[in-house]
């Protein structure tokens, strides 16, 4: 037996599932999930020695690859002077200075351990703030697991939230209001019927939990000016986005100045940290200044700000996203190329370091449509590429992510990979 299955048996003894987190069970795609022992630059390797080339990079946080050299430094130089504090150190105030700066609509900015934190904090604040319940979001957006973000679309355009987990109360699911994403007529017509009760939207400004998915121009106005409108919030969740699409985040990209901002992954560079901040006047409201309680023991640590410093330093140098993006865009340009010689349906786009990848004919513009791509191709193609060496996330509904170490080298043996494993769902489909 493998080592990576040995070890698969022996983590579903005392950890449910086996896995820390449901996705990297491979559920979805089935097999055994890969325990990774190493990583540098664009490869990881398993505990049986196997090496991949890595597209998944931690689910996004590791722009700069595995095991950076100045991302170590920083962290191991951090570490020496102490692991925690909690109380304030120079390095917080650095990072949220570096923070500020980067990212124009973040007047204020709190430091928090995860993007589900950054998530529920930032609705909480948008609650007292406003002092309104309901909130809206837009289905396949994910946006962490906290209770009233646990929420899927019902049957009807104005119908509230089911639960989409056990455990959620109807009474929290039942302020969460879930919108068709790219919908601008729901969205007008929710905020003509209760804007007044409406706390805010939270939306991912490019969508990366269903896929990839692009907002329209128009459903960004709409977004934007609706709120205004009608006194409720406007929060980006850029866990994803931030600083992966581009050095201002999606709302740079957008020309959107939102009210709030969350912000994970790439701002840790693979250490747990996360944020959340936005207008001055509405970050006010936070405890100690203000009504709305958030806190946390390891909050700005002094070890993950290290990696997070770090990480926005080195993203900071000339052409960084226009080298990333490129590399990106040939990536999946490849890809296409290969599946369009097998005959195969399937498209692809990308953006900054972000790319999706889809059995359909055409590219989604929502939830639904992505759940009519051909998912045992997916599930085939990525089995093909492991086996060759090409680690994917294990789902079809995930977006995939490209490194400043993904090189021409890594690319070519991707499409290599790809041209076999595009022939095997040829072959079946005859
Ligand atoms: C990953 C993610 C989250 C949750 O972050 P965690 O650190 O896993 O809690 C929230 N929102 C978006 C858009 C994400 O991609």
Request: charged fraction near 15%.
């Amino acid at each position: 037996m493998s080592h990576n299955n040995a070890l698969f048996a022996r983590a579903r003894h005392h950890i449910p599932g086996g896995v820390n987190s449901p996705v990297r069970a491979f559920g979805s795609v089935g097999g055994t999930p890969r325990f990774f022992a190493r990583g540098e630059g664009a490869y990881v390797w398993d505990v049986d020695g196997q090496r991949y080339i890595d597209y998944v990079g931690s689910w996004g946080p590791l722009i700069l690859g595995h095991a950076h050299p100045a991302v170590l430094e920083a962290v191991m130089r951090a570490a020496r002077n102490g692991l925690s504090f909690g109380a304030p150190t120079a390095a917080e105030v650095d990072l949220a200075d570096l923070l500020c700066e980067r990212v124009p609509s973040m007047q204020q900015v709190r430091l928090v351990s995860s993007g589900t934190e950054a998530t529920m904090s930032a609705i909480r604040l948008a609650r007292g703030h406003t002092g309104r319940d309901k909130l809206v979001k837009f289905e396949g957006c994910y946006h962490g697991h906290a209770d009233s973000l646990l929420v899927k679309a019902g049957s009807g355009l104005l119908t509230f939230g089911n639960p989409s987990s056990a455990g959620v109360p109807a009474a929290v699911a039942a302020d969460t209001i879930v919108l068709p994403y790219n919908d601008v007529a729901a969205l007008e017509t929710v905020f003509h019927e209760q804007g007044d009760q409406i706390a805010a939207i939270i939306v991912e400004p490019i969508a990366g939990n269903m896929n990839l998915i692009q907002p329209s121009p128009a459903f960004i106005t709409a977004m934007r000016t609706l709120t205004e409108a009608h006194g409720a919030l406007l929060i980006y969740d850029e866990v994803m986005t931030g600083f992966r699409v581009g050095p201002q985040c999606a709302q740079g990209l957008h020309g959107v100045s939102p009210d709030l901002t969350c912000l994970g992954k790439v701002v840790g560079g693979g250490m747990p940290l996360a944020a959340f901040g936005g207008r001055a006047d509405v970050m006010a409201k936070l405890a100690p200044l203000g009504p709305v309680y958030q806190a946390g023991t390891l909050s700005g640590n002094p070890v993950a700000v290290a990696a997070g410093i770090a990480t926005l330093q080195e993203i900071d140098g000339p052409g960084f996203f226009e080298n990333l993006e490129q590399q990106t865009a040939n990536l999946v340009e490849g890809l296409r190329k290969e599946a369009a010689k097998q005959s195969v349906s399937f498209c692809t786009q990308s953006i900054g370091g972000m790319f999706g990848i889809y059995f359909s004919k055409a590219i989604p513009t929502g939830f639904a449509e992505v759940m009519t791509s051909d998912r045992d191709n997916f599930n085939l193609f990525f089995h093909a590429m492991l086996e060759q060496g090409i680690y994917l996330a294990p789902s079809a509904f995930e977006a995939g992510f490209v490194s400043a170490c993904h090189g021409s080298a890594e690319l070519e043996t991707t499409f290599v990979a790809a041209r076999r494993a595009f022939n095997q769902i040829q072959q079946k489909m005859q």
